[in-house]
């Protein structure tokens, strides 16, 4: 069965540095795109940043380009999301989130699993 | 970007309704759309990708219609179960963008 586990949520003050990370089991980790998608307090979906299945090339939202970095360890089948520079408007559920199709896929990427979910809260 | 606008924001319906969903796209996505539903406190959950096909394990009330830039979601005979919000998502390019959401509430 496909899982994703998040960890690393916190409570961090702003312009502060925050690691999200993502534990993979149940599919081959270095065959599939994915992402992290996060969700507002009370609002929508908003897709922040994509890994390619190769792990070569990276995707960011505008509002996160320049402060945040996504990165894996395929020995440790994990994702991470660096985030620097934290404002108060990321705050929000970071997921993590497995692309459904098998790469190179000839489409952008949708979502088949989906992680828990971690909380990121930035305040002062 | 590409916006995506799903209307209503809210629709109140009764077991056993049949409801509509409608996602519009600022912009030609061809038949690049899926659709999700999440639950208070939960994932989302994949229901319909490529506009039209049904993910496995997802029951046949589900359905999905639709290209270019107008698409819907449509729940036949409502189930207690199905009372969520439903998102839909353009990955015609990137950014992949989200529509603000559609809450299904209980008349």
């Known amino acids: 069965e496909m899982q994703l586990v998040e960890s690393g949520g916190d409570l961090v003050q702003p312009g502060g540095s925050l690691r999200l990370s993502c534990a993979a089991s149940?599919?081959?980790?270095?065959?599939?795109?994915m992402s992290w998608v996060r969700q507002a307090p009370g609002k929508g979906l908003e897709w922040v940043s994509g890994?390619?299945?190769?792990?070569?090339?990276?995707h960011y939202a505008d509002s996160v380009k320049g402060r945040f970095s996504i990165s894996r360890d395929i020995s440790n089948n994990t994702l991470f999301l660096q985030m620097n520079s934290l404002r108060v408007d990321d705050t929000a559920v970071y997921f993590c989130?497995?692309?459904?199709?098998?790469?190179?896929?000839?489409?952008?990427?949708?979502?088949?699993?989906w992680g828990q979910g971690t909380l990121v809260t930035v305040s002062s | 970007d590409i916006q995506m606008t799903q209307s209503p924001s809210t629709l109140s319906a009764s077991a056993g309704d049949r409801v509509i969903i409608t996602c519009r796209a600022s912009?030609?996505?061809?038949?690049?759309l899926a659709w999700y539903q999440q639950k208070p406190g939960k994932a989302p959950k994949l229901l319909i990708y490529?506009?039209?096909s049904l993910e496995t394990g997802v029951p046949s009330r589900f359905s999905g219609s639709g290209s270019g830039t107008e698409f819907t979601l449509t729940i036949t005979s409502l189930q207690p179960d199905d009372f969520a919000t439903y998102y839909c998502?353009?990955?015609?390019?990137?950014?992949?963008?989200f529509g603000q959401g559609t809450k299904l509430e209980i008349k």
């Open positions: 989130a497995k692309d459904a199709l098998p790469s190179p896929a000839l489409t952008g990427y949708f979502f088949d699993c």
């Open positions: 149940g599919f081959s980790f270095n065959t599939y795109a």
């Open positions: 890994l390619s299945h190769s792990g070569d090339t990276t």
């Open positions: 912009q030609n996505i061809n038949k690049w």
């Open positions: 490529m506009a039209s």
């Open positions: 998502q353009q990955y015609n390019s990137l950014p992949y963008t």
